[in-house]
Each structure stands twice: as structure tokens, then as C-alpha cells.
């Protein structure tokens, strides 16, 4: 089917499917909020929980609250364009006049596309090139721009470049339109930094420069609905791992590091003064972006990720990064780490697990070990092409069985059927360990750590924190829940 036939397709066929979506309570309050600001000529930015129906807040604004207005539906991947599409077009009942422009769809038929749909959906990346090839007022000719994963817009760390590629252009371009922005949280900062000074500040700072007469909907206003009835609560458990020859590399490593951080504190006591009072309030991650000298913050750089690696990385992986450091020889690393060895203990006790991982070396080593124990494994990392039938076969498999995921491959999942997720590396972002272990919509998750090293005093900070910012479904995991 060429593109020009599939697109009409969806609109020739809206007869033949039935429309029955009734919103939660919730859910209704949010349109109307939405409704209300944007009748003041005002943005929208929307923080809604996982799972709790974005994509019905979608749909109903495409078809029942704004069914006359033209719309640009921005989704962030290639993946979930093609999810959305799915349910838009087959799952939700289908759209008037909806349009989508994919990968393969050439410019002059993607403006075609844009001039005569009513609702277009298609990537950042995308559609910037079609703007730039386009007449200037293509981009006005939309009412509302929906954008899905609003936060992720923004640079973990930015300097010149704030905004994400290609964002800071295209909100340009869309300056007449209204945009409703969508995501599962916005309660993190990012780093703002030049040569001279660093900067920590909240997303949402940044969004309203970026998203002018901007109103918020935020979680805590949806209270006194129903929507208690739907947060699924997940329960946290940080687990301490016992690993002697981990701890002793840890030490060593750690304390090199402290060195390299006194080493940039005392270039920049004597030549950047102001900078350096900025560290002491922002931590010691502004170290990285000092402005000294190149091989000071090589050094820190190279601690840090090694320290990283010894925490996420089984002994094979890790050799290479360790042969050059000193006082450490590759005969302390232990055969297999204990962490391992927690996540087969915890599969045995568990009907349907899932394991988070940073790196496929180790998401195939527990793989190995789960054969071995007779556990039926399932892995979903970036190599995966077809990760909808991994995920089917997981989802159906009867008996026990463990999916284990790298980051890559667990983007824009959901696995209700999983009782038990484990963070086998933490990472420092609160925002993104809050999307991982939502994953299982509830649940419980179990956050591994070496004792007696750094980590743990990292996992218990983001743990904290994590509760800290997510009351409503976070809370930690009691004795009378064991």
C-alpha cells in the first residue's frame, strides 16, 4: 500500500468503527481544565501519572472537545508514532480527518498532508524538515499542537542549546498555535552551563521561557475524583547486596575521586572563585563542566564512570576499564557478582519478574544464570527487533519467567502483569527512575546496592527523593508487607 492510499484509508473507513470511550471522572475534570485555559488563549501543560490515560486525553480533545480544530500531534520516537497511530486509527475509533506522516514519506506530500488533514501526526525531526523546505505559513496553520513527553524536550545539561534537537526551532515556527503539553512528571531540574557559570534549574522554569502564557495541571489538582481508584501505588525496597571484592575496588575508586575533586576545587579556588561557590551549592556534578583544565575534568570523568561501571557491569566487561588504574588489579574482581546472585534468589520467589539493566553484557550473563536455574528468560535491549512478540511471549508464557531490559529496550512499555521489577543499577534522575519502575503499573520494586560502597548512599538519596516527589503512588515497603 503506497502512502498516498494508506493515509485515506483511515479516513474512508471512520463509518465502519464504533466510538465508545467513556472518560474518568478525572479525566473529565482535565478536559475541562484544558477547555477553560485554552478558551483564555493560554497553553496547557499536563502532568499525568502513568497509566493514567494520556491517550484518552488525546483522543477526546481530537474529536469531542476540539472536533472542528486543526491539530499537530508531536510524538518524540519513530515507535511511539507508530503506536499512536495504531490507536488513534483502530483502537480509539478513529479521527476525522487524521493524517500521518511517517519515515518514508516524501516532503511535498507530507505539506500535502499538513494543508489538507485535520489532525497530523509525526516526529520533531520530521517535521522540522518539512518545515524548512515549506512556505512560512504552513506551520501556522495549526490551532493546537499536542506535544507527548513535554519534559523530554529539555537537556539534561545544556549550554548554548537548552531545548533538545530540533525544539528550540520549531517552537519558532508553531508561535501561533496553543500547545498542550503532556507528561508523566515534571518535577526535575536540569543543568543550564558556559564557560564561566552553572546553573540548576527546575523543567518547568525552562518550559514556561520556551512556552510562554503557559497554565499548569499538575497531579495533586485531580484530588477529591476518582482518580484514587486508578493510581496503582508501588512499594520500594532498597536491598543490600554483601560483595567484599566490590566494596575493597569501591574504596579505592572512590577515593581517587574524591583526589581529582580537590585537585578541579583548588585550580578553581585560584582562578575561578565564583564558579566554585556555584559547585558547593549544586554538588559535585558541576565539577564536570568546570572551566579548567581539559585533563583535571578527564580524570574525574573517568573515576565517576568507572565507579559506575563496578556498580552495572559483570567482571568480563569490566576488565578493560580497570587494567589501567592504580592500586586495583583485574584478580580482585569477583567471578560473578553478587547482585547476580540476588536476582536469581528473588526470580525463584517471584511468578512474573522484571529485571533493569543498563547493559546488554550483563542482561545476557543473568540470562545464562536464570537457564541454568531452570527460569524461563526473556530479553528486550535495543538489539531486538521485533520486542512485541518478546513481550507477548512473556506476557503468556505460564510458569515462572524473568524479562530483562536494557534502557533502550524498555521505552514506551507497560507491564501490568509483572508483580515485581528490580533496579539492578540505579541511575542519579529521579524523573526517569520513576518511569521505569511504573513500568509494572504498582507493584513492588526492588532497588539492589552494593553495602559498604557509594551506591548505597545514592540509592537511598533517589529512593528519598522519589517519595519525596511522588507521594500519591510511591511509599516504602513495610515488614508487614514481607
Not at 172 to 179: C, D, P, Q, V
Not at 413 to 442: H, N, S
Request: with cysteine; net charge positive.
Amino acid at each position: 500500500m503506497d502512502s498516498a492510499k494508506q493515509h485515506s484509508w483511515w479516513n474512508t473507513n471512520l463509518s465502519k468503527i464504533d466510538r465508545k470511550i467513556v472518560p474518568r471522572e478525572y479525566q473529565k475534570l482535565i478536559l475541562d481544565l484544558v477547555k477553560l485555559h485554552t478558551k483564555k488563549d493560554k497553553s496547557v501543560l499536563l502532568e499525568l501519572d502513568c497509566g493514567m490515560g494520556k491517550r484518552v486525553i488525546t483522543y477526546k480533545l481530537l474529536t469531542s472537545i476540539f472536533p472542528e480544530k486543526k491539530f499537530l500531534l508531536i510524538v518524540l520516537s519513530s515507535s511511539s508514532l507508530f503506536e499512536t497511530k495504531e490507536f488513534l486509527a483502530e483502537e480509539y475509533g478513529g479521527v476525522e480527518g487524521f493524517n500521518w506522516i511517517g519515515p518514508g514519506v516524501g516532503n511535498k506530500f507530507a505539506q500535502k498532508l499538513i494543508k489538507e488533514g485535520r489532525v497530523i501526526l509525526c516526529t520533531p525531526q520530521k517535521l522540522n524538515n518539512i518545515f524548512k523546505k515549506a512556505p512560512e505559513d504552513l506551520p501556522k496553520k495549526f490551532d493546537f499542537v499536542i506535544i507527548n513527553e513535554v519534559d523530554k524536550i529539555v537537556r539534561r545539561m545544556g549550554s548554548k542549546r537548552v531545548l533538545t534537537y530540533p525544539w528550540t526551532d520549531l517552537l519558532e515556527r508553531l508561535t501561533g498555535s496553543l500547545i498542550i503539553g503532556m507528561s508523566g512528571t515534571l518535577r526535575d531540574s536540569h543543568y543550564i552551563c558556559d564557560a564561566d557559570q552553572i546553573e540548576l534549574r527546575k523543567e518547568l522554569e525552562t518550559l514556561k521561557e520556551f512556552i510562554p502564557n503557559v497554565e499548569f495541571i499538575f497531579m495533586e489538582y485531580l484530588a477529591g475524583t476518582d482518580i484514587t481508584e486508578y493510581v496503582k501505588e508501588t512499594t520500594v525496597e532498597a536491598k543490600p547486596v554483601e560483595d567484599p571484592a566490590i566494596q575493597q575496588i569501591s574504596q579505592i575508586v572512590t577515593e581517587q575521586l574524591k583526589q581529582a575533586y580537590q585537585e578541579i576545587r583548588k585550580e578553581l579556588s585560584e582562578e575561578n572563585p565564583a564558579y566554585l561557590a556555584q559547585v558547593k551549592k549544586i554538588g559535585p556534578q558541576a565539577l564536570f563542566q568546570a572551566p579548567v583544565s581539559t585533563d583535571l575534568k578527564s580524570k574525574a570523568q573517568s573515576l565517576s564512570l568507572i565507579r559506575k561501571y563496578l556498580f552495572s557491569m559483570v567482571s568480563d566487561q569490566l576488565k578493560k576499564f580497570l587494567w589501567r588504574l592504580p592500586d586495583v588489579s583485574i584478580s580482585m574482581l569477583p567471578v560473578m557478582p553478587k547482585k547476580i546472585t540476588s536476582v536469581i534468589e528473588i526470580a525463584r520467589e517471584s511468578e512474573k519478574l522484571v529485571v533493569l539493566c543498563s547493559y546488554i553484557k550483563t542482561a545476557k550473563t543473568i540470562r545464562d544464570f536464570l537457564v541454568r536455574e531452570k527460569i524461563k528468560p526473556f530479553v528486550l535491549t535495543g538489539q531486538v527487533f521485533d520486542k512485541n512478540a518478546v513481550l507477548e511471549d512473556f506476557r503468556t508464557f505460564e510458569g515462572k519467567a524473568v524479562l530483562i531490559m536494557t534502557p533502550v529496550g524498555e521505552r514506551d512499555i507497560d507491564l501490568p502483569e509483572a508483580e515485581t521489577l528490580i533496579v539492578f543499577d540505579c541511575v542519579r534522575t529521579i524523573k526517569t527512575v520513576y518511569q521505569r519502575i511504573k513500568r509494572i503499573r504498582g507493584g513492588h520494586s526492588i532497588f539492589l546496592y552494593y553495602n559498604q560502597t557509594y551506591e548505597a548512599k545514592k540509592v537511598h538519596a533517589v529512593i528519598s527523593n522519589l517519595l519525596e516527589r511522588y507521594p500519591w503512588s510511591t511509599k516504602w515497603k513495610t515488614e508487614t508487607e514481607d
